[in-house]
């Protein structure tokens, strides 16, 4: 039995491979969540805004106060995915959106061409972080799924559904964009392009059905400022810039330099492996590189939550599982640094004296997870995704 074997053996039991009780399961979080935030959901009370400014012709980005605190990020769109939610009772849309996202993300990975190993195994390894998205009431449940969607439609010959995804997530809260980087796996290029202007200029127009033609071009106009300010005011931020560059940025101190100095080695990283041609037609290695695109958009976004790393995470678990060799001891210890650092920090089951004078303060959220992703780099430019070893 290899060491990947054996760490992921208990995955073979009966039990733990009945999507039954895996769909129950991730059920059963979307409404605990929803129960456990009834008296104090202040994201959802956000999102809920969205649909009724946009019905008002108010800006979407505007301070109010009255309604909630923070103030909204995500596009015009967002419009019109929300409604449903947001014309119901606040008590009703809050359990229906925790419970659709949940089951959103699971519908994604059950679609998927992972084998049943891998679906179980990041079914299991993510839950925890689901719960802790779901508790935030996050849209960014969706985004994992959307990017898990795009990958395997493209995969799968479709594109057109490919793009109506990658469309969605890119005028919602724009993280959808980076499923451009599946372009080049795409047997239908011409196809893909065309479906993405098209559903480009749908979905651009689709929430002028409840506003105004004006009114949306002026909010995305103003989404776009929102989102340029955004940046400077994350940087030191507590709970915002727990990514890469925001671990650094904290560890350091220092406001002086760029990030670009970091996002431009990163970029360069991330594109490298598209030289390898020969090892395109590997299964293996564009799965590889799904988990690059999941981490990388957490690692090095100044905007990543906590939260976030439900995204990260589904990367994580890809990366382990995909590859045709034996997976080493650094590897599970790779695994539980994840889990313990990345994954529980955040909840009770984590020293809270840890969290709040290690963690939080240092964005140390990152660290495992930029660890497994600068990993994931040696070995896509040094591995041969062809060739099983024994």
Same mark, same amino acid.
């Given at each position: 039995?290899?060491?990947?074997?054996?760490?992921?053996?208990?995955?073979?039991?009966?039990?733990?491979?009945?999507?039954?009780?895996?769909?129950?399961?991730?059920?059963?979080?979307?409404?605990?969540?929803?129960?456990?935030?009834?008296?104090?959901?202040?994201?959802?009370?956000?999102?809920?805004?969205?649909?009724?400014?946009?019905?008002?012709?108010?800006?979407?980005?505007?301070?109010?106060?009255?309604?909630?605190?923070?103030?909204?990020?995500?596009?015009?769109?967002?419009?019109?995915?929300?409604?449903?939610?947001?014309?119901?009772?606040?008590?009703?849309?809050?359990?229906?959106?925790?419970?659709?996202?949940?089951?959103?993300?699971?519908?994604?990975?059950?679609?998927?061409?992972?084998?049943?190993?891998?679906?179980?195994?990041?079914?299991?390894?993510?839950?925890?972080?689901?719960?802790?998205?779901?508790?935030?009431?996050?849209?960014?449940?969706?985004?994992?799924?959307?990017?898990?969607?795009?990958?395997?439609?493209?995969?799968?010959?479709?594109?057109?559904?490919?793009?109506?995804?990658?469309?969605?997530?890119?005028?919602?809260?724009?993280?959808?964009?980076?499923?451009?980087?599946?372009?080049?796996? /795409?047997?239908?290029?011409?196809?893909?392009? %065309?479906? $993405?202007?098209?559903? =480009?200029?749908? *979905? &651009? !127009? @689709? +929430?002028? #059905?409840?506003?105004?033609?004006?009114?949306?071009?002026?909010?995305?106009?103003?989404?776009?400022?929102?989102?340029?300010?955004?940046?400077?005011?994350?940087?030191?931020?507590?709970?915002?810039?727990?990514?890469?560059?925001?671990?650094?940025?904290?560890? /350091?101190?220092?406001?002086?330099?760029?990030? %670009?100095? $970091?996002?431009?080695? =990163?970029?360069? *990283? &991330? !594109? @490298? +492996?598209? #030289?390898?041609?020969?090892?395109?037609?590997?299964?293996?290695?564009?799965?590889?590189?799904?988990?690059?695109?999941?981490?990388?958009?957490?690692?090095?976004?100044?905007?990543?939550?906590?939260?976030?790393?439900?995204?990260?995470?589904?990367?994580?678990?890809?990366?382990?599982?995909?590859?045709?060799?034996?997976?080493?001891?650094?590897?599970?210890?790779?695994?539980?640094?994840?889990?313990? #650092?990345?994954?529980?920090?955040?909840?009770?089951?984590?020293?809270?004296?840890?969290?709040?004078?290690?963690?939080?303060?240092?964005?140390?959220?990152?660290?495992?997870?930029?660890?497994?992703?600068?990993?994931?780099?040696?070995?896509?430019?040094?591995?041969?995704?062809?060739?099983?070893?024994?």
């Amino acid at each position: 039995m290899t060491t990947k074997d054996k760490v992921t053996g208990w995955l073979h039991h009966p039990a733990l491979r009945d999507y039954r009780l895996l769909g129950g399961l991730w059920l059963l979080l979307g409404v605990v969540a929803a129960v456990m935030k009834m008296h104090s959901h202040n994201n959802f009370l956000i999102y809920r805004g969205v649909f009724w400014h946009t019905w008002q012709q108010t800006s979407l980005f505007a301070e109010y106060p009255q309604e909630h605190w923070d103030v909204n990020h995500y596009g015009p769109l967002f419009s019109v995915v929300i409604a449903p939610f947001a014309v119901v009772p606040e008590w009703m849309g809050l359990l229906l959106w925790c419970v659709l996202l949940s089951l959103f993300l699971y519908w994604a990975v059950r679609r998927s061409l992972l084998t049943n190993r891998q679906q179980v195994f990041v079914l299991w390894f993510c839950a925890h972080e689901l719960l802790t998205a779901l508790y935030m009431q996050q849209f960014n449940i969706a985004i994992a799924a959307i990017l898990l969607l795009a990958f395997f439609l493209i995969e799968q010959e479709r594109d057109t559904s490919a793009a109506f995804f990658i469309v969605v997530g890119t005028l919602v809260k724009l993280y959808g964009v980076v499923g451009l980087a599946f372009f080049l796996f /795409s047997r239908h290029k011409v196809r893909l392009l %065309l479906s $993405l202007a098209v559903w =480009g200029a749908v *979905l &651009f !127009a @689709l +929430p002028m #059905l409840i506003s105004s033609p004006d009114y949306i071009v002026g909010q995305y106009v103003e989404w776009f400022h929102c989102l340029t300010g955004k940046n400077d005011d994350n940087m030191f931020a507590l709970h915002q810039n727990i990514s890469l560059l925001g671990m650094v940025r904290k560890l /350091s101190g220092s406001a002086a330099y760029s990030d %670009l100095w $970091l996002i431009g080695p =990163g970029l360069l *990283l &991330f !594109a @490298l +492996p598209y #030289l390898r041609l020969s090892q395109w037609r590997h299964a293996a290695f564009r799965q590889t590189l799904l988990a690059s695109v999941l981490m990388f958009v957490v690692l090095f976004s100044t905007g990543s939550e906590s939260s976030g790393y439900i995204i990260a995470l589904v990367g994580v678990v890809v990366w382990y599982t995909c590859v045709p060799w034996r997976r080493g001891w650094c590897d599970v210890a790779l695994m539980v640094l994840v889990f313990v #650092l990345s994954s529980l920090s955040p909840s009770d089951l984590f020293p809270a004296v840890v969290r709040r004078s290690l963690v939080q303060p240092y964005a140390l959220k990152a660290l495992p997870v930029a660890i497994v992703w600068g990993r994931l780099c040696y070995e896509i430019m040094t591995r041969d995704y062809g060739a099983k070893t024994v």
